[in-house]
């Protein structure tokens, strides 16, 4: 059967497929995670939990009698949460010209690319959990190395960090960098093209070419409204019908002062009077107070945070196996909001902890459709559909790709912050 694309359609497909994955700048640093199969995610509604990194308890001593408890499984949730398109209507006279057909492509492949960047910086950016506050305006490798020690102390892997920085950030690191006598090349590349370079400080640095910007925080004087607010890890619930449920153990809610609620958003950074953050394996105090992000605001008063508040004082061994914190905190401790002035977020994180999940949909050219679908390397499905118009020999196309993206773990992501008063 001859095709139904014209050749210069088949050729503009052809081109936006050969360069999409090298726009996904954020994308390349993501792990692609393969769903399971279509009808699974179709019965599940584009929904699906992973098994999330498992940590272990040590204990002193041969009689480890009253230590023997049943292991725990965490997971996470996953979802496929983003479908993006591009329309455009062409008349016959379009059709014949090939640099305008290419060119339809080619923004349709910046502007896809460009959603799937956003959608994984958005997600690291706003629900990463660790959180350096910077005074002073960026540096270079001062900064860097700020995010180094901050995941280093608390026992993140060493391997595969990375770091974003917004385009004005990243030149004013470059611009330290270039001063510098003591490099040739990483000088050289800094001073003529604002490059930053790679392998800082254990990262490797980007720049990135958008950036979101997190405004001061309102919510004014601030305080936890109660005591005993702590998590312990569950790997399901029960509900009262004896309904078995699995369990999100990355955040929870936590009673505030009602009075700032309204004042207070999505992505806002805070530390807690007394509540220290610990060594992940070994559970040691760092010293430094425990970052936490504001995720949601289900109710008046509540708000939801990552990472949960994991302090051991249930004294279960899921409690002892994931503490990140030294106290619970006490009823009135003060919360000291950190994004105290406008500025643009710079986000770290190890590979392993975002991800970046290719969907799937089905446009059937039985239906009427005609269709040309492709899938890149990273796993993103591309799919080009044409409809012709009888009234005017017009036609309508699009170009759509479906996806989704997910932090698995707060405490192995961040941002930092510059120039907060």
Known sequence: ??????????????????????????????????PPDNMAMERQLDKFWIPAPQISASFDGFDQTANFQDGIELSVPVSIGFHKSVPIKLTSKNL?????????????KQRLASDINLALYNTVALQGSVVIKQTTAPTGYDDIALADAAFT???????????????RVANLMAGNLASRQTFSGEVQSAYSRANIGIDIAGFDVFKNDQSIRLAAAGGGATTVTGANQFWVPQAYSTATTGEISNVDNRGQNLTITAAVYAAIKVGD???????NSVHMITKQDTGQLKTFRVVAKPSAGVITIYPAIISAQGGTTAEKEYKNVTATPADGAAIT?????????????VKGALLLVPGSFVVDPEDGWNVMRATTELGIGITYARQGEINDLSIKGRWDID???ALTNPEMAGVELFSQT
Request: hydrophobic letters at 45%; glycine letters at 8%.
């Open 153 to 167: 102390e608390v026992g993140v892997p060493l391997a595969d960090r990375l770091y974003f920085a917004a385009p």
């Open 337 to 349: 909001w950190l994004n105290t002035a406008t500025a643009p977020l710079n986000p770290f994180f």
């Open 403 to 405: 996806f989704g993206t």
């Open 269 to 275: 950074a805070f530390t807690i009077l007394g509540v």
């Open 1 to 34: 059967m001859p095709s139904k694309f014209t050749t210069e359609e088949r050729v503009m497909f052809d081109d936006m497929l050969e360069g999409f994955d090298d726009l996904l700048i954020i994308g390349r640093a993501a792990e692609k995670y393969t």
């Open 96 to 108: 014949r010209n090939t640099n305008y057909l290419n060119n339809k492509g080619t923004a349709a």
